[in-house]
């Protein structure tokens, strides 16, 4: 995985320029999240890592870390988003289009996208797209 590193906050991400994916460090979606939620995003990421392993077909992704393989859990309602978690805790990937897909429908299940997670959820979409618009950049 190749990626740049995105910086929003005092926090570094690291995008890859050619899936348009992003990583965050253990603790940085927290850190992130933090900052808009008042202190709740550490029971709020949890409650999303412990779920369950999803057996799938989409190619297993390999922590950038330890280089072991992650699993894949669904965070979504409905639908099926796919995120891939070190069991390690090192970190969270989300494949590009994952974070917008998220949003979508969470605009659907509630409506109000005025709160923090949506402000987070968004800043994460917008940074996949603006990378992903920049000159010289697929």
Not at 4 to 13: G, Q, Y
Not at 44 to 55: G, I, M
């Amino acid at each position: 995985m190749s990626t740049a590193a995105v910086e929003f906050d005092k926090i570094e991400l690291d995008f890859c320029p050619l899936c348009h994916g992003i990583w965050f460090d253990r603790g940085e979606l927290e850190l992130l999240l933090d900052t808009l939620t008042g202190g709740v995003a550490l029971d709020l990421v949890n409650s999303l890592t412990q779920r369950p392993a999803r057996n799938v077909a989409e190619k297993s992704r390999k922590c950038p870390i330890c280089r072991r393989t992650m699993r894949k859990i669904d965070i979504g309602s409905g639908r099926e988003i796919l995120i891939d978690v070190c069991n390690y805790s090192h970190g969270l990937w989300f494949d590009g289009g994952e974070a917008g897909a998220l949003i979508e429908q969470m605009k659907i299940d509630q409506p109000d996208t005025g709160g923090p997670l949506y402000q987070a959820l968004f800043f994460i979409r917008d940074t996949f797209q603006a990378r992903h618009a920049m000159p010289g950049k697929s």
